[in-house]
């Protein structure tokens, strides 16, 4: 199966079971066990950061999103005013998306990979959110030189997996143990009893760098922002980034009970205090470039 046919596969199963691409509408959604997108509020807490992070940085009228997926960060800056064109390569992504935006005259969709898009058109505004992993980033990044206008602005939201460490994966482990989860406390002491902290620490250091049996696709890239920045500072001046997420990602959606919303911004808070005083490694990135 390609990537294409697995984010065709994924996006169709997602909204089988309820899923709703629209920041303003979104339900719960019990088919997500672990994922922040199963409970609205673990969405506020989480992502919607990063989101408002991108749409106050946008520049000029005409947006482009590379990777936009069924379109939920597209039709936001649509709203805005701005002319949007989402692309993807997943053409059933496309699909919802252009259902769940019809509305907007000014936003546009078509399904097509970065490196076969053509255009006359030059953007005031790049985004790649959550897409440049999946890329050659230098070629990536190459063409979207070619596809600004002068002075535009590029804006990054992408994961680091890369600096995800085993101290990163203890950490993630401890929490997982000691906060109310998916997982039964029953069944939190039979792993215990049966596999070594070791053993259970370097399964999820491959859980979050998607390696072993959690390998989604060889396009997936496991970066540093040391990466992105050197090929950046060719042709772009950053302007402004933040590096955060050292474990929250893949706990925030397993949090159960009746004070889960709760123990979510708790955790929110905990790792932003890991980050900024350097106890952990941050594993994602926003960021934003003017080129010169």
Known sequence: MTEEEDFDRQILERIQHGYIPDIRNLKRVDYFYNN????????????????????????????????????????????????????????????????YGEKYPNLKYECVDYFKFKTRQKFDTI???????????????????????????????????AEFTYENALFALLLRLALQTNITYKDKIKLLDEHSLVDLQKNIYEEYKYLGNFKQSDNDKNI??????????KNFNIQDFILEDSVIEKIIGSLRGSYRFEAAEMLKKIDEKLVRENFLKPTSVSLVAKKR
Not at 134 to 141: E, F, G, L, S, V
């Open 36 to 99: 922040m997108w199963r409970e609205p509020r673990f969405f506020e807490i989480y992502f919607l950061p990063k989101i408002k992070y991108v749409l106050s940085h946008i520049e000029g009228i005409n947006v482009l999103e590379v990777g936009c997926g069924p379109g939920y960060l597209s039709l936001e800056i649509a709203r805005m005013g701005k002319n949007v064109l989402g692309i993807d390569y997943s053409c059933e992504s496309i699909k919802v998306a252009k259902k």
């Open 127 to 161: 985004i790649f959110f959550r897409s440049l992993h999946h890329m050659d980033i230098d070629a990536a990044i190459k063409k979207t030189i070619d596809l600004l206008v002068d002075q535009g602005t590029l804006i990054i939201c992408e994961p680091i997996r």
């Open 224 to 233: 540093t922002f040391d990466d992105i920045y050197r090929i950046l500072r």
